[in-house]
């Protein structure tokens, strides 16, 4: 890899994988349209690992007193305006976000390696990514704090999170509206949503580097390492910038985005480009 990919690459991974425009699916374009050589599954995990990080360290307050406030059930501070929640049923929520997006990640795995790793193909997921978002901008109540969410709205934006293992397809974004679409403030839905993402990118993490073990490549440990590290500083900034704006903003930014790519993408594709 060039040390000019390499940066590229870690900074795009670091700004969409919390922005609602899809990491995995500008991954893909990135290469595509730059021409470059496959990264990777090394340098894949490397930069989910620097993103992980980023998520834990902006969260960490919220995380550390869910894991040592589990033996009390002590309440947990979930946003700025002094909201809170218990911490037994907070972990639960996760986990049952969570199981959906395991189950279907394991029955796809190899559909998504086979067929859907093609630019067309992001191309139209990112147009249903943009109509996704339209949709949560006009649905739902959008006013339960995260203390009031069910198990059962877990399981919801759970089942809207498998749909996000397709590259083109948001994570943040999917999750987020399928929050507010079942009532959630829109910065109840965000946070819960980043909340997901720490065993959900830990756990696409893990699994590309099962296979990274598994592999005879050549590894550059040095674009990995760089990699981790470039992507880490920038989805921490990311995040923190997101939260902000989803408090008073809303998603048409990324609509429009995600529409005007997915589209050009389409296009260009069909051209022969």
Request: aromatic share 8%.
């Amino acid at each position: 890899m060039s040390f000019i990919q390499v940066i590229v690459l870690a900074v795009v991974q670091g700004v969409t994988e919390f922005l609602p425009i899809s990491s995995s699916g500008h991954l893909i374009l990135g290469s595509w349209l730059f021409n470059w050589p496959d990264q990777g599954i090394v340098f894949d995990a490397a930069v989910h690992v620097g993103t992980l990080v980023a998520v834990v360290v902006y969260f960490r307050r919220q995380w550390i007193q869910c894991v040592f406030g589990l033996s009390s059930d002590r309440l947990v501070e979930v946003d700025d305006s002094g909201g809170t929640v218990r911490a037994r049923k907070l972990l639960i929520l996760i986990i049952v976000g969570t199981i959906p997006l395991v189950i279907g990640g394991l029955l796809l795995k190899d559909e998504i390696e086979t067929r859907f790793r093609t630019p067309e193909v992001v191309g139209w997921l990112l147009i249903g990514t943009a109509v996704a978002l339209l949709f949560g901008e006009l649905v739902g109540s959008r006013t339960r704090k995260i203390d009031k969410t069910t198990v059962l709205h877990a399981a919801i934006i759970g089942v809207a999170q498998v749909f996000a293992v397709l590259p083109g397809i948001s994570r943040s974004g999917l999750t987020i509206v399928a929050g507010m679409a079942t009532g959630m403030t829109r910065d109840a839905a965000a946070r819960f949503s980043m909340l997901l993402a720490t065993p959900a990118i830990a756990g696409a993490g893990l699994w590309i580097a099962i296979d990274a073990a598994t592999g005879t490549d050549d590894v550059d440990w040095g674009a990995a390492a760089l990699g981790a590290v470039l992507s880490a500083i920038t989805a921490y900034f990311v995040i923190a910038g997101l939260m902000k704006l989803l408090k008073s903003g809303s998603f048409r930014p990324f609509i429009i985005y995600c529409a005007v790519v997915g589209i050009a993408v389409v296009i260009a594709r069909a051209a022969g480009a």
